[in-house]
Structures are given as C-alpha cells and as structure tokens.
C-alpha cells in the first residue's frame, strides 16, 4: 500500500444556502520518499486538497490514509510550507524554527533546542540573521525560515504550498534549488506533496506530476486528479537543461496539454463533454512552453 | 524644523489664553464664578506647596492627586485583572461570548453613581465600594478590545500552531498573547480614563480623600476658586495618564505589524 492514500476525496464549500463543490473524486497514491507536485491553474482547489491531505480540513466525503492510518489531523512528523510563509511576527527567526523545534521534540533540553534550529536557519543561509524578526526579512528569507522551519522537525511527509508563488524570479530559482538539495541530503526520506501554478517548477522538483483541472463544463465546475506524468530525469536538475531535454519536453507537453484541454472544453462549453475526460491521451504541440501564464482561466467565477 | 515646533507650542498657548479670556469675561457677569486670577491667587498655596498636608482634606494638590491615582490603580487594576481573562475567554469561545454578550452590552452603559450604592450595600465600607465601583465601570473596554483581538487573530496563525501541534498553553503563551497584546493595550488605555472619570464620582459620593473628595467638600466650603482648581487638576492628570498609555500602546504596536 502507498504511503499516502488520497481516497475518492470530495469537498464542497457553503456560502449562505449555496453549496459549490470544489473538489470530486479525487483519487491519488503517493509512495514512501516520492516527491509529488500537483499542477493546476489558480482558483482550483488545489490549496484546499493539501489542506485535506495535510489534516488541516476534513473532507466532506472520502478519506485520506497516511501510513495505513487514516489521518484526522495534522500529524508529528508532517510539516507544511505555505506560500504566505505563516511565521510569528514577533519572534526573531531563530525562535519561529525553535518553536516548532520545541512541539516535535518536547523532551529535548532548550540548548537542543536551540541548536537544531540554529543548524537549519544555517543550512538555508540564515546564519547571520538569526535573531532578526520577519518584518526585517525580504520574501525569500522568510521563506527560507519557512523551509528551515519545516526540515528543522525531521519531517516525514512535508507539504508545500505554492511555496515560491510569492518570490520574485531569481529569489525563486535559488530557493528551488535549495529545497532540491534540502530534500537530497534529508536524514530520512521525505514524502512530498507540493502544489504549484508552475509545470517548470513541478519538473525541477518532483518524481511525479499530477495536472488538476475542473472535471466538468460548468463554470465553477469543481476539480480533479488527471492522469499524472513520471519524471525520470537525473538530479541534480538545472533551469536550463530542462528548457532543452527531450523527455522534459514530453512531460511539459503532456502537463500542459491536459491543463489547455480543460481549459478549451470549458471556453467552447460543449453540452455534452464527457464529464470525467480528465485522463487525456491527446498530445498537443506545445514545445517552446517555458512558463504557463493563466490568466485567461474562465473556468472560476 | 525650528518653526514648526515654535507653531506647535504657539498654536496650542493662543488657544489657552482665548479660553482663559472667554472664562475672564464671563466670570464679570457670574458673580459666583471666580475669575483666573481670582482662582490662581486663591489656589496657589496648593499648588506651591504640593506635599504639605494640613488637615484631612486640607492637602496639596499633589498629595490630593496622589491618592486619587492611587485609588483609580487599584480599581483599574482589579478590572483588569478580571477584565482580560474573561475578554479572552469571549474572544476563544463563541459559544461563551453569544451567552455573556447580552449581560455585557448591559452592564457597560450603567453610570458609576448607580454603582457605587450597591458597592456599598455589599461592602458597607467607603473604600472597597469605591474600588468596586472603579472595577466594574472601566472593565468594559478591556473586555471587549481583548474579545475582538482574539477574534482579530489571521488564520495564519492559527495554522501555524495547528501544524506545529502546539499545546494550548504553548498556542495562548506565543500566539494569542502576542497577537492580542496591542488591542489589549488599546482596551486598558480606554479603561483608565473611564476608571480616572470614575474616581471622581466616587469619591464625592464617599467623602474620601482625594481630588474629587476635595472638590465636594470646597463645593459644600463654598469656596468655588477651589471647584475649578479641582477640575482643571482632574483635565490635566487624565490628559497626561492618557498620554503615557498612548506611549505604551505605541511601543507595543510592533506586536501588531502583520508581516505576511
């Protein structure tokens, strides 16, 4: 069995008397030490199936088993990396990572403590900003006190939320490279979800990519899983090799093709599309597509 | 630079001096109102000399001041004290906050004066009714700014000590304290100076010592140079103690800066 098993997962959310369902029929395995990325255009639900496999929300049907138990909330060894970094204001860096150090490990003495959390701000470059607070930090740094937050637990699952959505492009491409080699020389496998607007990202980063798209016609139609893509290419990755790889190529072009099809389904709104297309065969020509903008998306309100 | 802060004191002169004509002119034709002079040569023994006690109400007015602030810091301290756990509380549980919000909304308008007979019959003692009267008038704000703080929390916040797995105790000490700590401090400045408008009250009603006592008891003296003395020193110690409150609540106000 997979280590994480996402299980025909359906969500709907409530405004007023109205009902509109955001997620159906998700189904998705995940194996001990994979790194996973969910790919899918804004607005999709996406954020709202990580907090589901995370523990932060409950599912309306459907379940969600990690290591053979079915998860009801947040687990110990799970850290998660959001893109608005989430950290406390009015602590210094160092002891934003402690905290978080403090709850995994209560029975650690506060040097410990301390220590691990001094250890990971330096492993992300932070050695010499250890006691300034957020405030004083650019975006990537915070988000790099995000990161070492996360690794600072020893996580076993880690879940990442758009984690580069808020960065500029260079700040961005670094920060990929750093969580690659944070992930390369973790002390024990990590499984990662990530969920990301950025198919170049997804094929920096992960083993596996899953396209998510409205799995109707309807405007507002609620999302699914497509078929997902195995990446078998070497690592270390760079940027640059995999604007020329061949089989990069082929992953982008299948990505993408299933990500576009949505989309036009959508636009042409066809009466009678067939409601649960989602697993494409169709490859469209589509080399050359380095960075996929959605801003046409008219499948949200 | 140097200009703006000469205007910056002028402005605020020219307004004191056209108040203290306007109250000139108008003591010529009130003939119980003591003129500014009248009452600066009237009072000036209490403000020249304001350590010396003379008799039991008889005081300088720094001395007379002294024990109405005092008076007004236990109270208000009393009222914090219950003030923030509950507003705290309101603000944790919607369930507590839909069954208090109604008592609240009620006892927040009651006047002093209708308080302080109660806190007499329940305490029989001048001191304690006055303290209790302080409490239960200014606890209002610090109830509600420490509830609506809570409430104010981002859900960031609330996530991060959901993934980090923090203990209650943990999540209240490094989240909601600090989260809510500028809203606190905006609940308590409130609640001094309605505790400082309190003392006033209480203190005639209670023949106490101290600027309100004073006030009553010059009224009763007729000696109204006094009355105005009083009030004038009453404006003033509640402008300051409101000032010194803006500071803190600007210190803090760091607390408040959502980075996100």
């Known amino acids: ?301 | 630079m140097r200009i703006k802060g000469a205007i910056g004191i002028l402005l605020p002169a020219t307004g004191i001096v056209m108040a203290a004509i306007v109250w000139a002119i108008t003591s010529q034709y009130v003939p119980d109102l003591p003129s500014p002079i009248k009452t600066w040569q009237e009072s000036k023994i209490y403000l020249l000399q304001p350590l010396e006690k003379r008799g039991e109400m008889d005081q300088g007015i720094a001395l007379l001041a002294y024990y109405s602030l005092f008076r007004v810091g236990k109270g208000f301290l009393l009222g914090a004290l219950i003030g923030t756990p509950l507003g705290l509380l309101l603000g944790l549980s919607r369930t507590l906050h839909r069954m208090f919000d109604p008592i609240i909304q009620v006892m927040r308008p009651i006047s002093p004066l209708a308080w302080l007979p109660l806190g007499l019959v329940l305490f029989r003692k001048s001191e304690p009714a006055a303290l209790f009267a302080i409490a239960v008038c200014s606890m209002w704000p610090t109830v509600i700014n420490a509830a609506a703080g809570v409430k104010a929390i981002p859900q960031d916040y609330w996530n991060v000590a959901k993934v980090l797995r923090l203990s209650r105790l943990t999540t209240f000490r490094k989240i909601v304290l600090p989260a809510t700590l500028p809203y606190l401090f905006t609940g308590y400045r409130l609640s001094l100076g309605i505790a400082w408008l309190v003392i006033v009250a209480s203190e005639m009603l209670t023949g106490t010592p101290g600027v309100g006592g004073f006030l009553w008891q010059e009224y009763n003296s007729l000696i109204y140079a006094h009355i105005l003395l009083a009030i004038l020193t009453i404006g003033v110690v509640g402008f300051v103690l409101d000032r010194l409150m803006g500071l803190a609540e600007t210190k803090l106000a760091f607390a408040s800066r959502v980075t996100t």
């Not at chain 1, 025909?8 to 995940?30: I, N, P, W």
């Not at chain 1, 934003?96 to 650690?108: E, H, K, Q, T």
């Not at chain 1, 046409?296 to 309100?301: F, K, L, T, W």
């Open chain 1, 1 to 301: 069995m997979a280590f994480i098993d996402i299980r025909d997962v359906f969500k709907a959310f409530r405004t007023g008397a109205q009902s509109r369902a955001v997620l159906e029929r998700v189904t998705l395995s995940v194996e001990q030490g994979e790194f996973v990325s969910i790919v899918g255009m804004m607005g999709c639900g996406k954020s709202t199936l990580l907090k589901i496999v995370a523990g932060l929300m409950r599912p309306d049907a459907g379940e969600v088993v990690v290591d053979g138990r079915p998860v009801t909330g947040v687990r110990s060894s799970a850290a998660i990396v959001f893109q608005n970094y989430s950290l406390l204001p009015w602590f210094s860096a160092l002891e934003n990572v402690r905290l978080a150090v403090g709850a995994a490990f209560p029975d650690w003495t506060r040097g410990d403590q301390l220590a691990q959390a001094r250890r990971h701000l330096e492993a992300v470059g932070l050695g010499a900003a250890l006691t300034r607070r957020p405030g004083q930090l650019s975006g990537g740094m915070r988000q790099r006190v995000a990161i070492a937050r996360a690794f600072a637990i020893e996580p076993q699952l880690l879940f990442l939320d758009e984690p580069f959505g808020a960065l500029d492009a260079l700040t961005r491409e670094a920060l990929q490279q750093e969580l690659a080699r944070l992930c390369s020389v973790a002390e024990r496998p990590v499984t990662t979800v990530m969920i990301t607007n950025s198919v170049e990202e997804a094929l920096l980063l992960s083993d596996r990519i899953v396209p998510m798209m409205p799995c109707g016609d309807a405007v507002g139609a609620a999302s699914t899983l497509g078929a997902s893509v195995d990446v078998a290419l070497p690592r270390p990755r760079s940027a640059g090799d995999l604007m020329h790889d061949e089989q990069a190529a082929r992953v982008r072009g299948h990505v993408v093709a299933s990500l576009s099809e949505s989309l036009q389904r959508s636009h042409r709104r066809r009466p009678s599309a067939d409601a649960s297309s989602s697993a494409s065969e169709t490859r469209l020509p589509v080399v050359g597509t380095r960075e996929l903008t959605y801003t046409h998306a008219v499948s949200e309100p």
